[in-house]
């Protein structure tokens, strides 16, 4: 079975690729597959939104099966920020150093107690007659006051989970894979993808 993962970030594409290899059951495209699909403006004010938006759009034009995720970083004491903006939170344009270069220097002084925060993730199916199922997975932890680790991508420099002392990108994909937010949708997708097989 065709499956689209409704993205041109690399480290998604990796993520979702390892974590539904063990089913060995799907073709697995990306949009870099496809150079002359142009992606929806993201306009959704929730990952919800953004997750559905990009599903519905890229089944329909490409006529397959396609999973869509939208994820992010919120940090309480920010007022939910950097939540749907945590791509673009130094800028339109900004690369994943400036962001948490930006996070940093929001949350300069704040004590390890309102340090809190957890990543957020909403992965769409959708098939090209419409959505079919939507999944959302959370992680909680604390945000680190320098980063540290040099795999993953985003903030992960920056993000310890609860109950572990590594950040993200100290961990490395193994480990993560196993307890990301993004693993946590996923499972939850996996159900309904098995039973179209």
Same mark, same amino acid.
């Given at each position: 079975? /065709? *499956? ?12 979702? &690729? ?10 697995? %495209? ?5 150079? /002359?699909?142009?992606?929806?403006? $993201?306009?959704?004010?929730? @990952? =919800?939104?953004?997750? &559905? ?8 034009? *490409?006529? #397959?099966?396609? *999973?869509? /995720? ?18 673009? %939170? ?5 690369? !994943? #150093? ?14 390890? !107690?309102?340090?809190?925060?957890? @990543? ?12 079919? #199922? ?5 992680? $909680?932890?604390?945000?680190? =006051?320098?980063? &540290? ?6 903030? /992960?420099? *920056?993000?310890?989970?609860?109950? %572990?002392?590594?950040?993200?990108? $100290?961990?490395?994909?193994?480990? #993560? ?16 993808? $098995?039973?179209?097989?």
């Amino acid at each position: 079975m /065709d *499956l689209v993962i409704a993205t041109q970030n690399g480290h998604k594409i990796r993520e979702i &690729r390892t974590l539904l290899r063990p089913s060995g059951q799907f073709d697995i %495209y990306s949009l870099l597959d496809f150079p /002359d699909y142009v992606p929806p403006p $993201e306009t959704g004010e929730t @990952f =919800e939104a953004n997750a &559905r938006l990009k599903a519905e759009h890229a089944a329909k034009a *490409l006529g #397959k099966w396609t *999973l869509a /995720d939208d994820s992010g970083l919120v940090v309480s004491a920010l007022g939910g920020e950097p939540g749907v903006y945590s791509a673009r %939170y130094a800028g339109e344009n900004a690369t !994943d #150093k400036e962001n948490r270069k930006k996070l940093l220097k929001e949350m300069e002084g704040l004590d390890s !107690d309102r340090r809190f925060a957890y @990543f957020e993730c909403c992965i769409v199916l959708a098939s090209p007659q419409g959505i079919r #199922k939507v999944a959302t997975g959370h992680c $909680e932890g604390l945000i680190t =006051e320098q980063e &540290r680790g040099g795999n993953g991508f985003g903030y /992960d420099p *920056l993000f310890i989970k609860h109950d %572990y002392n590594q950040t993200f990108a $100290e961990l490395g994909e193994l480990v #993560k894979n196993q307890i990301s937010h993004r693993a946590k949708a996923l499972e939850k997708i996996m159900i309904t993808l $098995e039973g179209l097989l």
